[in-house]
């Protein structure tokens, strides 16, 4: 089997505020090296690296918008986000849990920080990915996965301590509990220091991974906490090894070779289609929901 070599190693891009409780960093689309297709079927993805909020009694947060034609992926690793759409849905990621969100057809929802974690403050970690829809699914149906950790599929590895977290997609037979319409594997590899990792994804999979905590060495190159790797689709092995207790998310899917139309919180196909979804937004066709 051939390497799956590195194309890129990114460092986090300068942070930016989401309302005022999300403060990422947008490796993508946009960001060094890589444009709007570059990751497909993952469209974006946002950073919170590791902060500490201050305690406070009303809830940090983004407010009221719309989102249609793709899936949001929220994948909390400290603290815990609070969320309620225009359908009368609402929930809690806690941490370690995912909530795998298809805005399809549209919806209008909000996300914050949750009550008692706003309260007590401490530390806030997570991930937001845009997952693109395929032609043909982007007008399917809201829906939600709340896919909480102990869901997860969980692949063991020599040392016995380390494993894989499978969120969608399979790791050497093991499942991940999410559906996802196009194919994807998506990882969290929770390391302890010295464990290793053998990663078999098909080439033409765009590829990448993020050290969210610790540090490894990824095809024999050593990355830093809060870095991206970007993969070149030559081969289809990865190798990880920690170099102190470490998670690593990993993404890969297959490219979804279609054109791209996207506009603010709308991820189309062409350019009136995304004018469609602003005048639906304006007539009220995607709900109605109280900041
Ligand atoms: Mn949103």
């Keep these: 089997m051939n390497t799956k070599n590195i194309e890129h190693i990114l460092p986090p891009p300068a942070p930016h505020m989401v309302g005022d409780g999300f403060r990422v960093h947008s490796f993508f689309p946009g960001g060094r090296l890589i444009d709007k297709k570059r990751m497909s079927p993952f469209f974006l993805m946002d950073y919170g690296a590791k902060i500490e909020f201050n305690p406070s009694e009303e809830p940090r947060g983004v407010g009221v918008h719309p989102h249609a034609g793709f899936e949001t992926v929220t994948?909390?690793?400290?603290?815990?986000?609070?969320?309620?759409?225009?359908?009368?849905?609402?929930?809690?990621?806690?941490?370690?849990?995912?909530?795998?969100?298809?805005?399809?057809?549209?919806?209008?929802?909000?996300?914050?920080?949750?009550?008692?974690?706003?309260?007590?403050?401490?530390?806030?970690?997570?991930?937001?990915?845009?997952?693109?829809?395929?032609?043909?699914?982007?007008?399917?149906?809201?829906?939600?996965?709340?896919?909480?950790?102990?869901?997860?599929?969980?692949?063991?590895?020599?040392?016995?301590?380390?494993?894989?977290?499978?969120?969608?997609?399979?790791?050497?037979?093991?499942?991940?509990?999410?559906?996802?319409?196009?194919?994807?594997?998506?990882?969290?590899?929770?390391?302890?220091?010295?464990?290793?990792?053998?990663?078999?994804?098909?080439?033409?999979?765009?590829?990448?991974?993020l050290i969210i905590q610790g540090s490894a060495v990824i095809n024999g190159q050593d990355v830093a906490a809060d870095h991206f790797v970007l993969f070149k689709n030559d081969g289809e092995e990865i190798t990880l090894e920690a170099k102190e207790d470490s998670i690593i998310l990993v993404l890969s899917g297959e490219p979804i070779d279609e054109p791209i139309a996207a506009y603010g919180p709308f991820l189309m196909n062409t350019w009136p289609e995304v004018e469609q979804a602003i005048q639906d937004v304006n007539a009220g066709k995607f709900g109605y929901l109280e900041d």
Excluded: C
Excluded at 82 to 107: C, F, K, R
Excluded at 148 to 168: C, F, P, W
């Design 75 to 209: 994948i909390a690793y400290h603290g815990r986000i609070a969320h309620h759409d225009s359908a009368g849905n609402s929930g809690i990621i806690g941490e370690g849990d995912v909530q795998w969100m298809t805005a399809g057809s549209g919806l209008l929802h909000k996300e914050y920080h949750e009550k008692e974690y706003s309260k007590t403050g401490g530390p806030f970690q997570m991930v937001q990915l845009w997952v693109n829809l395929p032609a043909k699914d982007k007008k399917t149906t809201p829906k939600y996965q709340e896919l909480t950790n102990q869901k997860m599929g969980r692949h063991s590895l020599t040392d016995g301590k380390s494993y894989i977290e499978v969120i969608a997609g399979t790791y050497q037979g093991t499942k991940g509990p999410a559906f996802t319409f196009t194919p994807m594997e998506v990882y969290n590899a929770r390391l302890q220091a010295s464990g290793r990792a053998t990663l078999t994804l098909p080439a033409h999979y765009n590829t990448g991974l």
